[in-house]
């Protein structure tokens, strides 16, 4: 009789074949444009559900749907699993980099790239094929599971967090799993237990009422992108602290014990600098290059423009100008309280010599912490030895999944967070990628875990 | 009144429907795939100046850039004057979605305002000289020879032209050159620029990580380049206004007493019109000097643009890779662009973070800065030429921004003078750029009384 990890291996090339049918559909959240491929996403992956055995719906909301499916054929006293993920994807065209078109997968040196490859429509997709895997081979699962696949996460997850508040009842689970971070490498597995939360802005500083000639006015005019940059150049101190008063208040610190283990972790500056390709570390110097990337709060210039910069030149004083904000967050930091005290300071920091507004895009979402002794985790460890070969390192995320804490606090469940990728998979950048036998190998880590997880309760 | 003059009073509408026939070519010179409107708007020209009874070419000009006008009469014979007109007609960049009203490139009419990208700036001057040129020839009155000069890229650097003029001087060489561009302080108050500022430009590129990251993988432990560019610009400027580079103020030539004396004159108009057409905050700039001397008479450093990260709709949680920023500095007496460039370039370098790799890409020298004598006969012709037209004498100004040719041409024409037609608050360069019909026929009639002046001096 065939295992389920026998008939995984003998499905790969259709399972990845099937990967890039669900990479093609441009589902971008961010930009409205694109809802029409959202909602295509969601109905393929509904379609895929319902084919491979599940019951499925698709969710409208207010933007992009959710899309939900269950199993729910197992023994009355068995575990119930939820599986969260999402299709929507950050933007992306050729000409910012991509060495071949972002939503027309390509594989080569055993590489999937695609916009979505790593990020997340790859890592959902393992699970999906875990259980068709375990479906195919033993006719049932070992435990109940639920999918909840979500279209906003690059973009707010503002409907899945009021879906999750109404419908506890629906998700009833006893743990969530969700395969949205990072692993350090190709060959040691990582379970994060920590990720940091988010809040985002745009600040818009105006001068003149419309763009002026810069020969007739220069010199008279506080210009709004020299005063842009004098208001962003005081966000932060020489040391890479955050300047805004009160900014690291509630900021939990990180306990001895942590910093030990966060010391032990292989990942030093040659890696970061490789990583990153940037000439040299940067950030406050009392904390490590580990600690600093997910452990400590953070302002960060998403984007800024001014005037024009378009090819040749013009000679203007802008009327205006912008930059796109965001703080990552660390446990016990408040989204609100944030957005507060940096509302203040900008106002305190505006010369009188121009007029500003910052809008805060989103509620936010604050970070989560997952504690490492829950027997959840010890069933992940072993997933992960017989899935992946190897036992995971516990880290720390500086990403953020805004559904997370709500998973936590809302339905209170234990949540593990088991990554499949790399952080150097261009995940948000040009060509983003997702490795092949990372994908057979999180088939595998997740049939396992749903084996075990059945275990641990049983 | 003379039988120009007339002439031009007969004619004011065929002279408007010129000027609204050449603003609907969109001849924006600092895009390339512009090039052809910038062609036909030439070609148009040259057809209207044989009409009038000008010899007239245009010129090809070397590595694709836009044609030159060049136009004669020697009618007046040898022993007569000859005077130069020199004009633009390319354009700024323009889209309706830069805040206009209505299509940039096709004007719209409304009371005594043409609105339409080159409205001010400076189709007006090309067709109110040609206007007054027309009312001379035709009527047999022209006292003069002539010599126009219309470029097609003083909006985009005007290289090219400048070395034309230093190999052909004889094809433009006159007693007087006519710059006419720019405006007066207000619609009913004339006012003759003897004073232009000079003009380089530069961009700055910083490159941080070697592509763009995850703000949350690695927000934190990288510098931001978006972040450096903002923390190099704000130290380029001292709180008081003052550009911070160390030697920026060298070279600067002081103002004696008499000459802020003279700068007094327009500060009524100035001032008045500066909140009308800013609706700034608050005024800002160096406090030792009045708001005339700091758009006249002192340099600055400005951003004119920059751009980093993910500027589309929503947000994209991107830390950049890269930073850009657009900067020009405009120069006063006796300031040399290569020191400039030079001393902020260096002192960029020096405040630039060592976690940056900085470069500094189309660097443009422009020009220095240029101080006319407001005692010559040709200045005071055009003074006669303002009073003639709008009915009342000139105020003197040093006006802020850039004429390239003005430089130029000082170097083959004994004098140069500066008439423009247009007002400051016509909008150059930004959205609804407009001007005002009344200024177009004063203009035309402005244009004849200086050719005549200047021919009996």
């Known amino acids: 009789m065939t295992t389920p990890f026998e008939f995984a291996e003998h499905n790969a090339k259709r399972f990845q074949t099937e990967l890039h049918d669900l990479l093609r559909i441009k589902s971008i959240s961010t930009d409205t444009n694109y809802a029409p491929d959202c909602q295509?996403?969601?109905?393929?992956?509904?379609?895929?559900?319902?084919?491979?055995?599940?019951?499925?719906?698709?969710?409208?909301?207010?933007?992009?749907?959710?899309?939900?499916?269950?199993?729910?054929?197992?023994?009355?006293?068995?575990?119930?699993?939820?599986?969260?993920?999402?299709?929507?994807?950050?933007?992306?065209?050729?000409?910012?980099?991509?060495?071949?078109?972002?939503?027309?997968?390509?594989?080569?040196?055993?590489?999937?790239?695609?916009?979505?490859?790593?990020?997340?429509?790859?890592?959902?997709?393992?699970?999906?094929?875990?259980?068709?895997?375990?479906?195919?081979?033993?006719?049932?699962?070992?435990?109940?599971?639920?999918?909840?696949?979500?279209?906003?996460?690059?973009?707010?997850?503002?409907?899945?967090?009021?879906?999750?508040?109404?419908?506890?009842?629906?998700?009833?689970?006893?743990?969530?799993?969700?395969?949205?971070?990072?692993?350090?490498?190709?060959?040691?597995?990582?379970?994060?237990?920590?990720?940091?939360?988010?809040?985002?802005?745009?600040?818009?500083?105006?001068?003149?009422?419309?763009?002026?000639?810069?020969?007739?006015?220069?010199?008279?005019?506080?210009?709004?992108?020299?005063?842009?940059?004098?208001?962003?150049?005081?966000?932060?101190?020489?040391?890479?602290?955050?300047?805004?008063?009160?900014?690291?208040?509630?900021?939990?610190?990180?306990?001895?014990?942590?910093?030990?283990?966060?010391?032990?972790?292989?990942?030093?500056?040659?890696?970061?600098?490789?990583?990153?390709?940037a000439t040299l570390p940067w950030g406050e110097p009392d904390y490590s290059i580990r600690e600093r990337m997910g452990a400590r709060p953070t302002l960060e210039i998403n984007g800024m423009a001014s005037g024009y910069w378009g090819n040749g030149l013009k000679a203007i004083i802008p009327s205006h100008a912008w930059a796109k904000i965001t703080c990552r967050l660390v446990a016990d930091q408040k989204p609100d309280r944030i957005a507060e005290l940096f509302t203040k300071y900008i106002t305190d920091i505006t010369p009188p010599t121009v007029r500003s507004e910052l809008k805060v895009l989103s509620s936010g979402t604050s970070a989560t912490q997952v504690n490492i002794e829950a027997p959840v985790m010890q069933a992940a460890i072993r997933a992960y030895v017989r899935g992946w070969g190897a036992e995971p390192l516990f880290r720390r995320e500086g990403g953020s999944i805004p559904i997370v804490s709500d998973f936590q606090t809302k339905l209170g469940l234990p949540i593990v967070m088991m990554g499949f990728g790399l952080n150097s998979d261009n995940l948000h950048g040009p060509n983003e990628h997702f490795h092949i036998d990372m994908l057979h190998k999180g088939i595998k880590t997740s049939i396992a875990f749903l084996q075990e997880i059945a275990r641990v309760s049983s | 009144m003379t039988d120009a003059h007339r002439y031009a009073a007969q004619n004011y509408e065929h002279f408007k429907n010129n000027w609204l026939e050449l603003l609907r070519i969109p001849s924006v010179s600092t895009d390339p795939a512009f090039a052809a409107d910038l062609r036909r708007a030439a070609e148009w020209l040259v057809e209207k100046m044989k009409a009038i009874g000008l010899t007239a070419e245009a010129i090809d000009m070397p590595e694709g850039r836009h044609p030159m006008i060049l136009g004669s009469w020697d009618g007046a014979g040898p022993d007569a004057k000859t005077v130069l007109i020199y004009s633009h007609y390319d354009v700024q960049p323009a889209v309706i979605e830069d805040g206009w009203k209505s299509d940039p490139f096709e004007p719209v009419e409304q009371d005594d305002f043409i609105y339409a990208r080159g409205a001010t700036d400076s189709k007006i001057h090309v067709i109110s000289q040609l206007s007054a040129i027309e009312s001379l020839l035709k009527t047999n009155t022209c006292p003069v020879n002539l010599r126009i000069l219309f470029e097609g890229e003083e909006e985009s650097g005007g290289e090219t032209i400048g070395a034309f003029i230093t190999q052909h001087p004889e094809r433009v060489k006159a007693d007087v050159a006519v710059i006419s561009d720019g405006g007066i302080v207000a619609p009913d108050q004339p006012s003759l620029c003897y004073g232009l500022r000079g003009i380089v430009t530069f961009e700055m590129h910083l490159e941080g990580p070697k592509r763009d990251l995850h703000s949350g993988h690695w927000g934190g432990s990288v510098h931001n380049p978006a972040q450096a560019l903002t923390e190099i610009i704000s130290q380029l400027h001292d709180s008081e206004g003052q550009v911070n580079v160390p030697g920026f103020y060298d070279q600067v030539r002081s103002l004696d007493n008499a000459e802020r004396e003279v700068m007094k004159g327009n500060l009524p108009w100035l001032q008045s019109e500066y909140q009308d057409v800013t609706a700034a905050p608050a005024p800002w700039g160096e406090s030792d000097y009045t708001l005339h001397e700091k758009v006249g008479a002192r340099p600055t450093l400005e951003v004119n643009g920059i751009s980093s990260g993910y500027t589309g709709p929503g947000f994209k949680t991107v830390l950049p890779s890269r930073a850009l920023a657009k900067i020009s500095c405009r120069l006063v007496p006796d300031q040399d662009p290569r020191v400039i460039i030079q001393s902020v370039t260096e002192y960029i370098r020096q405040i630039t973070p060592r976690t940056m790799r900085i470069s500094f890409e189309n660097i443009d020298y422009g020009r220095p800065a240029l101080l006319l004598d407001r005692n010559t006969p040709a200045m005071r012709a055009a003074a006669e030429g303002y009073t003639h037209g709008w009915g009342k004498e000139p105020i003197y100004e040093r006006a802020g921004g850039s004429v390239p040719i003005a430089y130029d041409l000082k170097d083959v024409c004994d004098n140069v003078v500066i008439m423009g037609f247009s007002y400051r608050g016509g909008g150059a360069h930004g959205p609804n750029e407009h001007a005002r019909l009344s200024m177009f026929r004063q203009g035309i009639d402005a244009a004849i009384a200086f050719i005549h002046t200047f021919a009996k001096q």
């Open chain 1, 40 to 277: 295509r996403a969601a109905e393929w992956l509904a379609d895929h559900f319902q084919a491979i055995g599940l019951k499925a719906e698709v969710i409208p909301t207010s933007r992009h749907p959710l899309v939900y499916a269950e199993w729910t054929g197992a023994d009355a006293d068995a575990t119930t699993v939820l599986v969260y993920g999402h299709y929507d994807v950050q933007p992306a065209s050729q000409d910012e980099g991509w060495d071949s078109d972002p939503f027309e997968p390509v594989e080569h040196d055993g590489k999937i790239y695609a916009r979505g490859s790593t990020d997340d429509k790859g890592q959902v997709f393992a699970h999906i094929k875990a259980v068709e895997s375990l479906l195919q081979t033993e006719g049932k699962l070992p435990v109940n599971i639920k999918f909840l696949i979500e279209g906003e996460e690059e973009s707010g997850s503002e409907n899945i967090i009021k879906f999750v508040a109404e419908h506890a009842d629906k998700l009833r689970a006893e743990v969530c799993v969700i395969s949205d971070t990072s692993m350090s490498s190709k060959e040691q597995p990582v379970i994060v237990y920590a990720l940091r939360g988010i809040v985002a802005f745009e600040l818009h500083v105006y001068g003149p009422a419309h763009d002026l000639h810069s020969g007739m006015y220069g010199g008279s005019i506080h210009n709004p992108a020299q005063a842009l940059a004098e208001m962003i150049a005081a966000l932060h101190a020489e040391d890479g602290k955050v300047s805004i008063p009160g900014f690291y208040d509630d900021v939990r610190e990180i306990s001895a014990q942590e910093r030990e283990a966060i010391a032990k972790s292989p990942y030093d500056n040659v890696q970061w600098a490789a990583d990153t390709g």
